[in-house]
């Protein structure tokens, strides 16, 4: 039974950690990368706090093209997963140095347009970029609220 236990929890985990909300986008990316099946570097630029719904959304983007990375760039591939804020919009990107593949041939799978909808919900766009033995690179764009986010989830937020 706790076997069974300690499984679920760790799945429930892997879709919805709770480290975005209790910790912020940053520090979940470093220890989804610290969990990666490839080599995986995050480079944080300029980032806050955001709506739950938003840093979800991009936690989960950036989760989904990590573990495809892992499926298919190959062995010995490395991943660079991007973080940052930049002209009221957050961007990420997740690259491999991968295999890369013939995204004409292959097309886009249900993990991509589960990424595109999750975005595009927050009005957003993601958008992929890959080649045979080429890398690939999957980024994405979230426009940011107008007024920050000053207090963590699950607090109120001054008067």
Not at 10 to 26: A, F, M, R
Not at 112 to 135: C, F, H, I, K, Y
Request: net charge negative; charged share 20%; glycine share 12%.
């Amino acid at each position: 039974m706790q076997a069974t236990v300690g499984a679920l929890r760790t799945l429930v985990h892997g879709i919805y950690s709770p480290l975005p909300v209790d910790k912020g986008l940053p520090e979940a990316l470093q220890a989804a990368a610290a969990r990666a099946p490839l080599a995986t570097a995050v480079t944080v630029g300029s980032v806050g706090r955001y709506p739950t719904e938003l840093e979800a959304a991009v936690y989960f983007c950036c989760l989904e093209a990590l573990q495809n990375a892992g499926k298919h760039a190959g062995s010995g591939a490395r991943v660079m997963i991007d973080l940052r804020e930049r002209d009221g919009t957050l961007l990420f990107e997740v690259a491999d140095d991968g295999a890369g593949f013939d995204l004409a041939a292959v097309g886009r799978g249900h993990g991509v347009a589960n990424m595109a909808d999750t975005l595009g919900a927050m009005g957003g766009a993601l958008e992929l970029w890959s080649a045979p033995r080429q890398r690939t690179r999957v980024s994405g764009r979230a426009p940011l609220p107008s007024a920050p986010v000053t207090s963590t989830p699950g607090e109120s937020a001054p008067a």
